[in-house]
């Protein structure tokens, strides 16, 4: 009986060449099938890795220049004006959403993806690992700056104006918010879809809104942004403006995308919220 080799046949059938040929070919799928596959399966739900590195890593980019602003200008006096400090967050944001929107979504605030939750466009049991590596990613860049600069994180933090209350600052907070994340939806949605250039509206409006309400309460509009600095700098004494304040801008936002759109959670917002991995659509036939 002529001997066989594997599952590529007779020996006597085959050349030396074609054996090597198909055994090389079973390798390389074995390869792709068992080890490069799964890495690159971006529609398992096991790579949510994935789109948490991008939160992180896409925060910490955001608090390193929105921090980096006013901790620079504390080490170098007279070399960072406000104009700078508050028009370089919305830059990098910009730069955020173009390189990494379609992998996580680009939300890089607790308020954006509890909106995007409220809206029906994102899963509500991935807001609390959103939060958390956002939370992380402001707290390592505050750390990173701590450690070069050498001057406390409390100058890169956000804080009411001396003359202003809390209350005040919780009312800024608020409106610039519900601006903001009223953008990000809207650019979001089927109607209005623009694709990569909503990266420019909703940076530019992060810099426009820092230019006229920062002198109040500092334009966080972020909790995350805010949270990272206060931890390295141990002052939490104002950060309840800097929760409660954007929460409940974005509340309004959705309430008011509704008014405006109607109910979420169609293919485009789906898209926009959760990125390109593994996007699930509520209400797909909707536009």
Do not use: C
Not at 63 to 75: P, Q, R, Y
Not at 117 to 140: E, N
Not at 151 to 158: L, T
Not at 168 to 176: A, C, I, P, T
């Amino acid at each position: 009986m002529p001997s066989r080799l594997l599952v590529w046949g007779p020996l006597d059938s085959l050349s030396v060449s074609e054996s090597f040929q198909r055994a090389e070919a079973g390798i390389l799928g074995w390869i792709d099938r068992d080890i490069t596959g799964p890495i690159q399966d971006f529609q398992n739900p096991r790579q949510e890795w994935r789109r948490l590195f991008s939160e992180l890593y896409g925060t910490f980019l955001l608090v390193i220049v929105a921090a980096g602003g006013g901790m620079m200008g504390e080490a170098f006096p007279n070399t960072i004006t406000r104009t700078a400090a508050v028009v370089a967050p919305g830059l990098m944001v910009m730069g955020i959403i173009m390189f990494m929107g379609k992998i996580s979504g680009a939300h890089l605030n607790p308020a954006v993806s509890v909106a995007f939750s409220l809206r029906g466009d994102f899963p509500w049991r991935r807001v609390p690992g959103y939060v958390i590596v956002q939370l992380i990613g402001a707290t390592l860049a505050a750390l990173f700056l701590h450690e070069v600069i050498k001057v406390s994180a409390k100058f890169g933090s956000n804080y009411v104006a001396h003359g202003f209350s809390g209350w005040q600052g919780y009312l800024m907070e608020s409106l610039l918010t519900l601006g903001l994340v009223s953008v990000i939806l809207g650019t979001a949605s089927g109607a209005q879809n623009i694709g990569i250039f909503g990266a420019i509206g909703v940076g530019g409006y992060i810099a426009l809104a820092g230019l006229w309400g920062s002198p109040i309460s500092g334009a966080s509009m972020n909790p995350a942004r805010t949270f990272g600095p206060d931890l390295v700098g141990r002052d939490f004494g104002s950060y309840w403006v800097y929760v409660a304040g954007p929460l409940t801008g974005a509340v309004l936002a959705v309430a008011i995308a509704f008014v405006l759109r109607g109910a979420g959670g169609g293919e485009a917002g789906s898209a926009a919220a959760q990125g390109g991995l593994f996007t699930e659509e509520r209400r797909p036939a909707q536009e």
